[in-house]
């Protein structure tokens, strides 16, 4: 059966830098949880063209916020990143997705870990209150390239001041020196060892659940460490685990 897209008004394009777009846009969406994404679509040649894309606004707030890279040979992302207030796009009429907390088993640590865009959908959870009431402490991880794509300082810097001791942010830029974030990946400072020492917390089975999203490799990569070398098992819902992941292509 085909999908009744809704029609969503674009109301800002914020850019961060020559790649990197935030799309503010209204639309009568219905309820979604924290983690979710939707799916944007245009009409292309005469053919609508759908793309997943994370809910990066808590699912109390009015405007849906996406936060979009565009790809230079893409067919959705550059049309995306070149829109502008007033302008018309379609999404459909549900958010899906399984990165979420009521997914997740108890555990004292969350680390939410992310490369590139896929910091979007744990920026969500972390407005809401549910994931201050479910762990002890919250690590968000963000890697990037470069340190101009360390965007959505603001909203970080807010979420540290009012949960203070109980969120650390971790900013990992691996392809130039700055003051603003640790250099290097952080599946390197997980392997050595220097991300535990940094947060002062250890992976286990019992005490963590860690959340992956972004680049593929990245997650791979990840995961394959977490199991290894710390114990963690993927989680699904027939198997209950502790590490839980999106992959964005
Ligand atoms: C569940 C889910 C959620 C997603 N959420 C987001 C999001 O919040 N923001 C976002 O920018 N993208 C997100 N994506 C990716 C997005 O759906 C599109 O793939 C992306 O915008 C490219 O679409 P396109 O039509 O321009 O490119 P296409 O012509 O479809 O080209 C796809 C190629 O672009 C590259 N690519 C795709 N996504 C990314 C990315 N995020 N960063 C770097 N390279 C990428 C890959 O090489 C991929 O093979 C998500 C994907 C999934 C599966």
Same mark, same amino acid.
């Given at each position: 059966?085909?999908?009744?897209?809704?029609? =969503?008004?674009?109301?800002?394009?914020?850019?961060?830098?020559?790649?990197?777009?935030?799309?503010?846009?209204?639309?009568?969406?219905?309820?979604?949880?924290?983690?979710? +994404?939707?799916?944007?679509?245009?009409?292309? $040649?005469?053919?609508?063209? =759908?793309?997943?894309?994370?809910?990066?606004?808590?699912?109390?707030?009015?405007?849906?916020?996406?936060?979009?890279?565009?790809?230079? @040979?893409?067919? !959705?992302?550059?049309?995306?990143? &070149?829109?502008?207030?007033?302008?018309?796009?379609? /999404?459909?009429?549900? =958010?899906?997705? !399984?990165?979420?907390?009521?997914?997740?088993?108890? &555990?004292?640590?969350?680390?939410? /870990?992310?490369?590139?865009?896929?910091?979007?959908?744990?920026?969500?959870?972390?407005?809401? @209150?549910?994931?201050?009431?479910? +762990?002890?402490?919250?690590?968000?991880?963000?890697?990037?390239?470069?340190?101009?794509?360390?965007?959505?300082?603001? !909203?970080?810097? $807010?979420?540290?001041?009012?949960?203070?001791?109980?969120?650390?942010?971790?900013?990992?830029?691996?392809?130039? #020196?700055?003051?603003?974030?640790?250099?290097?990946?952080?599946? #390197? =400072?997980?392997? $050595?060892? +220097?991300?535990?020492?940094?947060?002062?917390?250890?992976?286990?089975?019992?005490?963590?659940?860690?959340?992956?999203?972004?680049?593929? $490799?990245?997650?791979?990569?990840?995961?394959?460490?977490?199991?290894? @070398?710390?114990?963690?098992?993927?989680?699904?819902?027939?198997?209950?685990?502790?590490?839980?992941?999106?992959?964005?292509?």
């Amino acid at each position: 059966m085909a999908v009744e897209f809704l029609t =969503a008004k674009v109301v800002e394009n914020k850019q961060w830098n020559d790649r990197l777009h935030s799309l503010r846009v209204d639309a009568d969406f219905p309820d979604f949880k924290a983690g979710q +994404f939707a799916r944007l679509a245009l009409d292309i $040649d005469g053919e609508l063209i =759908a793309r997943p894309f994370s809910l990066v606004n808590a699912p109390y707030e009015k405007l849906l916020d996406f936060y979009l890279i565009e790809i230079p @040979d893409g067919v !959705l992302s550059p049309r995306l990143a &070149a829109m502008k207030p007033g302008d018309e796009i379609k /999404i459909a009429p549900k =958010a899906a997705g !399984l990165l979420t907390l009521d997914q997740i088993p108890a &555990a004292k640590h969350l680390y939410l /870990i992310s490369t590139g865009t896929g910091l979007g959908p744990f920026l969500s959870i972390i407005k809401t @209150d549910e994931v201050w009431q479910q +762990f002890e402490k919250v690590v968000l991880v963000h890697g990037v390239r470069f340190a101009n794509e360390l965007t959505y300082q603001e !909203l970080i810097a $807010d979420v540290k001041q009012q949960h203070n001791e109980q969120f650390e942010y971790l900013p990992f830029v691996s392809r130039e #020196k700055t003051d603003e974030a640790i250099e290097g990946r952080v599946t #390197k =400072a997980i392997k $050595d060892g +220097f991300f535990e020492e940094r947060t002062g917390l250890t992976f286990s089975a019992e005490d963590s659940h860690v959340m992956l999203c972004g680049n593929p $490799d990245m997650v791979q990569e990840m995961m394959d460490i977490l199991i290894t @070398d710390h114990g963690l098992q993927k989680h699904s819902k027939r198997e209950p685990g502790q590490i839980s992941i999106e992959k964005y292509w």
